[in-house]
């Protein structure tokens, strides 16, 4: 148990679909992200929300929508991908700047096909 | 910009080797956090340590220890007498701030194979 969980683990969907990704986290952590892990890259932040308001988002595409609303819960709304958005998907929360390290989720492995 | 860089993407070792991962960083800020975070298999990234800059002191946690060196803008990890559980992927990042929220850029991760 990570504390922060994040449904589900896998999920195969289509170009044409529309999809959600779920993150949770009952911390009591103000931040929550979502990061973008494909192979042999570096992990890419995507959005950032700082007690429910977006603060950051990292030039991502429309076909992504992020979510957030309360500081517990975060979706990623997924519509329209490309089969190169296929990678691993993961969420974090933090306390508040600065503190610790951030606590991740165990990821959602997606493949568009 | 900030930049964090894990010259080394795959390493091997036999047990009980010593192994060090390197990681170089780049920023302008004067303050600022490092950060190691181990990826096993399962995928989640598990917190291993944070250092901020005003803190040069290396640090141990049993087999764990890292070499902060501000002059040569690096934060290397060493693994003593490692051990198969240990074979995961490592992530170095650095940590700034962001509006009111902090956010970490990540090296390439090196990804560490340990056999008997």
């Known amino acids: 148990e990570t504390g922060v969980t994040q449904t589900p683990r896998h999920l195969v969907m289509g170009m044409t679909n529309k999809k959600s990704l779920k993150c949770e986290q009952h911390?009591?952590?103000?931040?929550m992200y979502w990061y973008k892990q494909s192979a042999k890259k570096p992990l890419e932040l995507m959005f950032v929300?700082?007690?429910?308001?977006?603060?950051e988002n990292n030039s991502v595409p429309s076909r992504f929508s992020p979510e957030c609303p309360n500081s517990s819960h975060l979706f990623l709304h997924l519509h329209t991908l490309q089969p190169e958005d296929s990678a691993l998907y993961l969420c974090?929360?933090?306390?508040?700047?600065?503190?610790?390290?951030?606590?991740f989720g165990s990821g959602t492995r997606l493949t568009v096909v | 910009a900030q930049k964090v860089t894990q010259a080394q993407t795959e390493i091997s070792v036999v047990e009980k080797e010593d192994v060090t991962l390197d990681c170089v960083y780049e920023?302008?800020?004067?303050?600022?956090?490092l950060f190691w975070y181990k990826q096993p298999p399962s995928g989640e990234l598990v917190f291993l340590i944070r250092?901020?800059?005003?803190?040069?002191q290396n640090e141990i946690s049993g087999r764990y220890s890292w070499n902060f060196q501000k002059s040569t803008s690096s934060f290397n990890f060493t693994i003593t007498a490692s051990q198969v559980v240990d074979s995961a992927v490592y992530f170095c990042?650095?940590?700034?701030?962001?509006?009111?929220?902090?956010?970490?850029?990540f090296g390439t991760g090196t990804r560490l194979q340990v056999t008997l």
């Open positions: 974090a929360s933090s306390p508040r700047p600065f503190v610790e390290g951030y606590t």
């Open positions: 911390l009591g952590h103000n931040a």
């Open positions: 929300y700082n007690f429910k308001e977006q603060t």
């Open positions: 920023t302008r800020d004067t303050t600022y956090y």
């Open positions: 250092r901020n800059s005003f803190d040069e």
């Open positions: 990042a650095l940590s700034e701030e962001s509006g009111t929220a902090s956010k970490l850029t």
